[in-house]
């Protein structure tokens, strides 16, 4: 049983604020509303330039400690003396942390956090909860062994989708998970700029401007709907951090849609892009794990087109609230897009639809979700 005060240290290892570290934010809000007692436990090691400001304009308290990577590469004599000299530190700050806090409970946004941090977490006092947002892919023993040894030390284990959880279990990793999904995060209260409309149509891409989310195949299709005289435009938001990515870019300026489709990096709340355009667009070809800007979308009341990926065909009902295409079909995402070129009625009626579908997927009920895996009152 647990106090009726809990102390909640989150760990919260992640740089940039993507969709992890937006939910991991947002779980800290929930549990502050609710009456918890909430730290910050935060990357000290590169600086955060997203994650600092964002705690601070929600009032959220936070510390540093140095998280110093999962280990994937064999690092030289040199590197592996740092490391093991950040291991001792770090767990030792974390520790005193800890104590001074006088922790109850420990929220691990990753399990890479826990990784950097095991010993101390291992041998507090605190209850620990795992947030799983990404499919784990468990290979090497030793990592399977720090797995198992973590999730033995659990009090629970919280996935956001059912591919998360299903990925687990099918692992032999945690035989019961409970499954939580994310909500639209809480976003500091700030007045909103007003996106001018560009064309009839307009799409918007959300996310990391990378191979693996499709951005060239959207990119692609808008190009294709301009070539057949359609009046569209495409808003592309994320942050330009690859050379594939400028290159992406660099190409779309100079192509057939060159003063429809823009680009416009890192912002920090979405909303404004997403309000302004008629259609998002989801192109992902990697297996997601949630999909936290199909339920931003829907939240304001814009459909989706996805491809057929991971959760992200459990969010959207094809035809209903959006289109679900298969993966990497860049004919169908065509198709797809054009329907709503051609119907300036159909993503509005879709959009209603999107909104509607949260209460189906329990958003509303995300923080009592949360008050329960705590032991808190409802």
């Known amino acids: 049983m647990t106090a009726a005060r809990p102390r909640v240290l989150v760990v919260l290892g992640g740089i940039p604020l993507y969709g992890a570290e937006l939910a991991t934010i947002d779980v800290g ?43 994937e590469r064999r690092p030289g004599l040199r590197r592996l003396l740092v490391l093991l000299r950040l291991m001792v530190t770090e767990n030792l700050r974390l520790w005193r942390l800890l104590r001074r806090f006088e922790a109850t409970d420990v929220h691990l946004g990753s399990h890479w956090d826990a990784f950097n941090l095991w010993p101390a977490l291992r041998w507090s006092g605190a209850r620990l909860r795992l947030h799983v947002h990404n499919v784990p892919v468990v290979r090497q023993p030793l990592l399977r062994a720090f797995w198992r040894a973590l999730l033995r030390r659990c009090a629970a284990v919280v996935a956001v989708s059912e591919p998360v959880a299903q990925a687990l279990r099918d692992q032999g990793l945690c035989a019961a998970p409970v499954v939580v999904p994310n909500r639209p995060p809480r976003r500091p209260a700030a007045a909103l700029p007003e996106v001018p409309r560009a064309a009839r149509t307009v799409f918007v891409f959300v996310g990391q401007v990378a191979p693996f989310k499709g951005v060239d195949h959207l990119v692609a ?110 004919q169908a995402l065509h198709a797809a897009l054009r329907a709503y070129a051609l119907d300036a009625s159909l993503a509005g009626r879709h959009g209603a639809a999107a909104e509607a579908s949260l209460d189906a997927l329990g958003i509303a009920q995300v923080p009592a979700r949360w008050r329960a895996l705590y032991g808190m009152a409802p």
Not at 251 to 270: K, L
Not at 306 to 312: P, T
Request: charged share 20%; proline share 5%; hydrophobic share 50%.
């Open 221 to 330: 299709a808008v190009e294709g709907l301009r070539a057949e005289g359609l009046d569209v435009a495409c808003h592309v938001v994320g942050g330009i951090a690859s050379a594939w990515a400028e290159a992406l870019r660099q190409r779309a300026g100079e192509g057939p849609a060159a003063d429809r489709i823009q680009f416009h990096g890192y912002v920090d709340d979405p909303r404004p892009w997403l309000r302004g355009s008629d259609v998002l667009v989801v192109p992902s070809l990697a297996d997601e794990a949630f999909g936290m800007v199909v339920v931003e979308a829907k939240a304001v009341a814009r459909p989706a087109v996805v491809y057929a990926d991971g959760a992200l065909q459990l969010l959207v009902r094809d035809r209903v609230d959006g289109q679900v295409v298969p993966r990497g079909d860049m």
């Open 29 to 71: 809000c929930m549990l502050r509303e609710s009456g918890a007692e909430v730290l910050f436990a935060t990357n000290a090691h590169w600086g955060h330039v997203a994650v600092y400001p964002r705690l601070d304009a929600l009032q959220l308290p936070h510390e540093g400690l140095v998280f110093f990577g999962s280990l």
